[in-house]
């Protein structure tokens, strides 16, 4: 069953029946829906159903109403059934000739279209709050990815959130020791694990500099350095030329073992 977002919604409703959106943006009065709408109300009732719980991010008092909403299209839809064509869909109670259309559609409009799943890491050493719902949202687009058999995203988005991960960990210990990321770039150009002296905007840095440089300031350990070098490996073999060059496909083996540095950095840098 296809997944629903909570923008498609709104989209429907503006095509199906503008009056909502006109309602809300104060340019429309009260309106009602007959029997005639029956298709489009089931249609409604059917993509809300389709939204992934994590997707409805409203307080209490929106979700309240929105339970109130659904509550009085799925009771039209079920009298419509019975060929009963006097019922009709008009404001709801109390709530200022607000139309359940209307209500669905702002607090729909209100709804991320992208959510982490809530059994997704919490990432709370992570000190940014947007960095680490960001990086929430890929993890959990990531393990979707897996389950949907994408290999190629789930090998590109898992790639990104090392990267992400370990630039902000390099910051994050920059921050409580100026001279550690300089003492760390020193020691892995010794070892060649660093073949050259990385940009001065550590923004353009990739897991080519950020690997190695964070496993010489000890944030990950060895294994988890080679585990993101296989990824790396894999990520590029999103580049057409290098992957028939090598004779090799962004396949599920890829997919997983850049999932696989994303759990071996994770374990690594989550220390109290």
């Given at each position: 069953m296809p997944t629903v977002v909570p923008s498609q919604i709104v989209a429907y409703i503006d095509l199906r029946m503008p009056n909502a959106r006109d309602q809300q943006q104060g340019k429309g009065g009260a309106f009602e829906l007959a029997m005639d709408h029956a298709a489009i109300v089931r249609g409604v009732i059917e993509l809300v159903d389709r939204v992934p719980p994590q997707l409805i991010e409203v307080d209490s008092a929106d979700f309240s109403l929105l339970i109130e909403a659904m509550g009085q299209l799925r009771n039209a839809a079920e009298v419509w059934s019975r060929n009963d064509r006097h019922h009709k869909i008009g404001a709801l109670p109390a709530r200022d000739?607000?139309?359940?259309?209307?209500?669905?559609?702002?607090?729909?409009?209100?709804?991320?279209?992208?959510?982490?799943?809530?059994?997704?890491?919490?990432?709370?050493?992570?000190?940014?709050?947007?960095?680490?719902?960001?990086?929430?949202?890929?993890?959990s687009a990531v393990n979707q990815a897996l389950m949907n058999a994408e290999w190629k995203a789930a090998t590109v988005l898992a790639g990104s959130v090392v990267e992400a991960l370990l630039l902000d960990a390099i910051n994050t210990l920059e921050g409580k020791d100026p001279q550690a990321i300089n003492k760390a770039i020193t020691a892995a150009m010794g070892s060649k694990s660093l073949t050259q002296q990385p940009h001065a905007d550590r923004n353009r840095w990739d897991l080519a500099e950020l690997v190695p440089v964070a496993e010489a300031a000890n944030l990950i350990t060895k294994n988890t350095a080679r585990q993101c070098d296989l990824a790396r490996g894999f990520r590029n073999l999103i580049h057409p030329g290098r992957s028939q060059r090598l004779g090799q496909v962004c396949d599920r083996g890829a997919a997983l073992s850049a999932a696989a540095a994303v759990e071996h950095v994770l374990r690594d840098l989550d220390v109290p």
């Open positions: 000739r607000l139309h359940p259309l209307t209500a669905i559609r702002q607090i729909m409009e209100k709804c991320p279209d992208e959510a982490a799943l809530p059994e997704t890491v919490q990432l709370k050493f992570v000190s940014d709050a947007g960095l680490r719902e960001v990086l929430r949202r890929d993890i």
